[in-house]
């Protein structure tokens, strides 16, 4: 197998995409960034496809968003993509050099070329939670979406809530699980959560306080199903939420930046999904749940969750995109769920449902992304 590598010379603007990753999530990465490669429009730019092992070597893979997609219940890994051997990609740590090189042990390094901006479609930890973001800043080189803080306050679900909260944004009830709180004695925990529910009512959502696509996630009905759901979740993070049942309709909202600031998609909504108990992975990636969009709301309903999905991108500092998830619940009031900085873009993802039903499609979107990031100023901002 072998990948074709763009011209150093080329004048067309140089993407990196960036996927895969260390996180639960990297199946998931590695399908977004097929759709995003698949987008790319190749008379405007070269595209630099590089994966990230779930060991974290990072490999120049093949530019083949066939081999990308879910085939049935499967998820791609970046080993299958990658080119065969132990080398590895290197990206610049200097911001005076944007200079991309393959290593492999024993040989001449191979200049790939200079990168001038990075897409990452990294999904969960290790990738949007502002580790990768740092190494891009280090270096100098834009890249798409959040921003070190954003990225931190957009995965960690608790520390999210505390921002909403502090710029007035209304928030459900939750209880977070500290890792040496668990590690110390569990029944202690369980006392506690059991007293929140027992306030907030049962059944409770148990998951892992840094992740997302619903890795980990259970839905508790009981004490006597806490531990095993509390267990669940620390496979993916020690730091575990738990949140009370929000009775009420799902609400999702995408927000883009524009060039005189963000703007709010149509919404969509999440029905109910009968074959699962929640909109869980399998709801959402392998059986396809279908959103409606746009989202069966009053004009008065649809602009209020607009504007809180503005604010919400606003009080996170986020840049590029995010998607804001609510309830709408039977009083008619909205309450937010959280906002993800690196949403979904697989062929079925939500995001771009909802900008191709506000009258911007899929390449476009790719495009505007990509210039979002090319406007803003490298380092603090």
Aim: glycine share 10%.
């Amino acid at each position: 197998m072998s990948s074709e590598i763009p011209s150093p010379q080329s004048p067309r603007i140089r993407v990196a995409v960036v996927f895969g990753g260390r996180s639960s999530e990297h199946g998931i990465s590695v399908v977004t960034a097929g759709a995003v490669l698949r987008a790319l429009d190749r008379e405007r730019y070269d595209v630099l496809p590089l994966g990230i092992t779930t060991e974290g070597r990072w490999a120049l893979t093949a530019d083949d968003h066939e081999r990308m997609a879910i085939a049935g219940s499967r998820l791609p890994e970046v080993g299958e993509l990658a080119e065969p051997g132990d080398g590895g990609v290197l990206l610049p740590i200097s911001p005076g050099s944007r200079e991309v090189v393959y290593a492999e042990p024993g040989a001449v390094p191979k200049v790939l070329g200079d990168v001038d901006v990075v897409f990452p479609v990294l999904h969960g930890p290790y990738g949007e939670d502002g580790t990768l973001q740092g190494l891009l800043e280090l270096s100098g080189v834009p890249y798409v979406g959040a921003g070190v803080l954003s990225s931190a306050i957009g995965m960690d679900k608790e520390y999210m809530k505390r921002v909403f909260t502090s710029f007035g944004l209304p928030v459900g009830p939750y209880e977070v699980i500290r890792p040496r709180e668990w590690e110390a004695g569990p029944g202690a925990v369980l006392s506690r959560i059991d007293r929140f529910a027992d306030e907030h009512g049962w059944p409770v959502f148990v998951k892992p306080a840094r992740a997302g696509s619903s890795m980990g996630i259970s839905k508790v009905a009981g004490r006597s199903e806490l531990a095993d759901a509390v267990e669940e979740a620390r496979l993916h993070d020690p730091k575990v939420i738990v949140e009370s049942l929000l009775r009420g309709r799902e609400i999702e909202c995408g927000v883009l930046e524009f060039e005189d600031g963000p703007r709010a998609s149509v919404p969509a909504e999440i029905p109910p999904v009968s074959s699962h108990d929640f909109y869980d992975f399998e709801a959402k990636y392998i059986d396809s749940a279908e959103g409606l969009v746009p989202a069966p709301l009053t004009e008065e309903q649809t602009a209020g969750v607009q504007e809180l999905a503005v604010r919400a991108f606003d009080a996170a500092a986020c840049e590029g995109l995010v998607r804001a998830d609510f309830f709408l619940q039977e009083d008619g009031s909205f309450v937010i769920n959280e906002i993800n900085t690196m949403p979904g873009f697989t062929p079925i993802s939500m995001y771009p449902r909802m900008w191709q039903a506000s009258g911007i499609g899929y390449p476009e979107l790719v495009d505007r992304l990509i210039q979002a990031a090319l406007r803003r100023p490298t380092g603090l901002r």
